[in-house]
Nanobody, 120 residues
Framework: VQLQASGGGSVETGGSLRLSCAASGRTFSYYAMGWFRQAPGKEREFVAAISGAGGIPVYADSVEGRFTLSRDNAKNTAYLQMNSLKPEDTAVYYC??????????????WGQGTQVTVSS
């Protein structure tokens, strides 16, 4: 599976962004999709994940209620809607894919990352 993340940018506190992750190469609906982020000097951390069928997503506590993960299997794309952004959300965001839903880092395929910067 090849993954292409996009949609990052710079916003002020309280703003919104929508990240997209376009997949190609395999049957998209076979794969759970996850989003992770890595801030400078910190380890990569889990943000959200959704099953291949598009069931109820799981979220990190830090983004619960502000971020919404969805997917459109007809378009081979997953979306991460990020609202009420905070400076601590600043990071490079990565999308990833694996066969089974997981909040761990053990994903098989990774996109290239897209930068999100939130200014105070």
């Amino acid at each position: 599976v090849q993954l292409q993340a996009s949609g990052g940018g710079s916003v002020e506190t309280g703003g919104s962004l929508r990240l997209s992750c376009a997949a190609s190469g395999r049957t998209f609906s076979y794969y759970a999709m996850g989003w992770f982020r890595q801030a400078p000097g910190k380890e990569r951390e889990f943000v959200a994940a959704i099953s291949g069928a598009g069931g109820i997503p799981v979220y990190a506590d830090s983004v619960e209620g502000r971020f919404t993960l969805s997917r459109d299997n007809a378009k081979n794309t997953a979306y991460l809607q990020m609202n009420s952004l905070k400076p601590e959300d600043t990071a490079v965001y990565y999308c990833a894919a694996r066969r089974r839903l997981s909040s761990g880092p053990d994903y098989d395929y990774w996109g290239q990352g897209t930068q999100v910067t939130v200014s105070s």
